[in-house]
Nanobody, 120 residues
Framework: QVQLVESGGGLVQPGGSLRLSCAASGSIVKINFMAWHRQAPGKQRELVAIITSSGTMHYADSVKGRFTISRDNAKNTVYLQMKSLKPDDTAVYYC??????????????WGQGTQVTVSS
């Protein structure tokens, strides 16, 4: 089974920066995409950013220009660099990936979530 381990969450002041990391492990032969989602209290979960196997990146309008998604294919790791953070960015952030396992079966996995709190 694929395991996703997230790190980098925490408390930061408005205007500050954080970098989230998510490393995938398991018998992975192909990753189709890696993405970050977030869910704030009382809100629907939303897609924050996604990077495809071809390297194409997409962002939610609310984070465009402030967040950057990147990947390290050799490490099966995705990063989310968050700058100019706002209180509205406060949420639990989840990484998500899907692809192909050794032997051919497809998979989809989610991380456990990491709390990001933006407050003075």
């Amino acid at each position: 089974q694929v395991q996703l381990v997230e790190s980098g969450g925490g408390l930061v002041q408005p205007g500050g920066s954080l970098r989230l990391s998510c490393a995938a492990s398991g018998s992975i032969v192909k990753i189709n995409f890696m993405a970050w989602h977030r869910q704030a209290p009382g809100k629907q979960r939303e897609l924050v950013a996604i990077i495809t196997s071809s390297g194409t990146m997409h962002y939610a309008d609310s984070v465009k220009g402030r967040f950057t998604i990147s990947r390290d294919n050799a490490k099966n790791t995705v990063y989310l660099q968050m700058k100019s953070l706002k209180p509205d960015d406060t949420a639990v952030y989840y990484c998500n990936t899907a692809g192909v396992l050794e032997g051919g079966p497809s998979f989809s996995s989610w991380g456990q979530g990491t709390q990001v709190t933006v407050s003075s």
